[in-house]
C-alpha cells in the first residue's frame, strides 16, 4: 500500500541567489561602492570597453573587477595589465551565467574600503545572465556593429533590465553594414529609459562620455556618504 | 540553457524541505515535484524537465518525476511535492559490491 503525502512549498526558484544578492547588495552600500553588471553576447567588446576603461579612469577612479568566463583566465589576464588593483576570476566551468553566489564569494577578496566601483563582466551570453540578479545597482548591456540592428528585439530581457546601453566597435561603421540608429531605436523602443552611449574601445571615440558616466557615478556616491 | 541550474535549485529546495519533513535519507520516497513555469521566466519548459527527471531519477532521489504548471509572469517556483512513505524505496546503488577480476594470460 501507498501512502501519499503532498508537500506545500510555493517557493521561488530565485529565492537563495536572491538572498545572496542583497547580500552582496547590502556590503557594496554600506561601503558606498556602485556596482555594474556588464552583459553582451560574445565577442561584442566587454573586456576591450573594460580595458580602455582602466587605462583612461586608473588613477582616477579605483575600480574592482569581477570578471566570468566559462572556461580560461584569459579575460582577467588581459584587464590585469591595465590595472594594479584587483581582477577577480569566476571560470563557471559550463554555466552561462554567474550567480549572486559566486559574487559573494569574488567580493571577500575585493578591499572595499580601497574600493570607488566595482563592475563584474558577466559570461558573454544575452539570455541567461540577465535573470540572475548579482546584487549590482544596474546593468548595463554592450551590444556592437558587427552584431545584427535587432538584438534589443530578440533578446528583450537583457535590454529590458538594463539602464544603460553602450553601442562599441562604432569605429567599424563605415565598413559594416550596421544602422546605428535603428539599433539604438530597437534598444529604445523595448526600454525607452535606456541610457545610450556610443563607443570605440579601439580608437577610444565616445569613451570620454562613458567614463564621464562612471565617474559620475562614483561622485555621486562619495556624496551621498559626506550627507 | 541554464535550465540545468534551475532544475538543480529546485532540488537542492525540495531536499531541503524532505529533511524538514521526514529526516536526513528520505530523498528516495519522492515521487513527484510540482513546479510552476511563468511564462515570462525565460525558462524552456521542456529543457527544465528534462533536467529534473534526469535528477529525480537518480541518486540521492531515484524514483521522483516532474510536472510543470504554466503560469503567467516572470515567477519560477517550487509549488508542491510528493513523497510516498510505503512503497519500498528505489534500490540503492550497491557499492559494497567486490568485484573480482580474472586474469586470463
Known amino acids: 500500500m501507498s501512502v501519499r503525502t503532498i508537500v506545500n ?33 560574445p565577442g561584442a567588446g566587454k573586456t576591450a570597453l573594460l580595458e580602455a576603461t582602466l587605462q583612461r579612469l586608473g588613477d ?29 576570476a569566476v571560470v563557471t566551468g559550463g554555466a552561462c551565467h554567474l550567480d549572486a553566489s559566486q559574487v559573494l564569494n569574488g567580493l571577500d ?24 540578479d548579482l546584487g549590482e545597482d544596474a546593468k548595463v548591456v554592450v551590444m556592437s556593429t558587427t552584431e545584427g540592428e535587432d538584438k534589443p528585439l530578440k ?42 552611449f556610443r563607443t570605440s574601445a579601439r ?14 557615478l562614483v561622485a555621486v556616491s562619495r556624496a551621498s556618504a559626506s550627507v | 540553457m541554464h535550465e540545468l ?16 519533513e521526514r529526516g536526513a535519507g528520505a530523498l528516495s520516497c519522492v515521487t513527484l515535484v510540482a513546479v510552476e513555469v511563468g511564462d515570462a521566466a525565460n525558462v524552456e519548459p521542456n529543457s527544465l524537465q528534462f533536467c529534473l527527471d534526469a535528477l529525480l531519477g537518480t541518486h540521492p532521489f531515484g524514483r521522483g518525476r516532474s510536472t510543470l504548471q504554466m503560469v503567467s509572469g516572470d515567477d519560477l517556483r517550487v509549488s ?24 586470463v594470460s
Open chain 1, 9 to 41: 512549498v510555493r517557493e521561488r526558484v530565485m529565492a537563495r541567489n536572491d538572498d545572496f544578492a542583497g547580500t552582496v547588495r547590502g556590503r557594496l552600500t554600506a561601503a558606498r561602492i556602485p556596482s555594474l553588471n556588464l552583459l553582451s553576447s
Open chain 1, 60 to 88: 582616477t577612479v579605483r575600480i574592482a573587477i569581477l570578471t566570468g568566463d566559462v572556461q580560461t583566465q584569459n579575460d582577467a589576464d588581459r584587464l590585469a595589465k591595465h590595472t594594479d588593483r584587483l581582477v577577480q
Open chain 1, 109 to 132: 577578496a575585493v578591499p572595499l574600503d580601497d574600493t570607488d566601483l566595482l563592475i563584474v563582466e558577466n559570461v558573454g551570453n544575452l539570455v541567461c545572465p540577465s535573470h540572475w
Open chain 1, 155 to 196: 533578446y528583450p530581457a537583457a535590454f529590458q533590465r538594463a539602464s544603460v546601453v553602450v553601442l562599441n566597435k562604432i569605429d567599424l561603421l563605415p565598413y559594416v553594414p550596421y544602422d546605428a540608429e535603428l539599433a539604438i531605436r530597437n534598444a529604445l523602443s523595448v526600454n525607452p529609459a535606456l541610457r545610450v
Open chain 1, 203 to 216: 580608437t577610444g571615440e565616445g569613451l570620454d562620455e562613458w567614463c564621464a558616466y562612471l565617474a559620475s
Open chain 2, 5 to 20: 541550474s534551475l532544475a538543480n535549485e529546485i532540488c537542492n529546495i525540495v531536499e531541503r524541505e524532505v529533511q524538514r
Open chain 2, 80 to 103: 508542491w511535492f510528493e513523497i510516498d512513505d510505503e512503497s519500498p524505496p528505489a534500490t540503492p546503488l550497491d557499492v559494497t559490491s567486490t568485484y573480482v577480476l580474472e586474469v
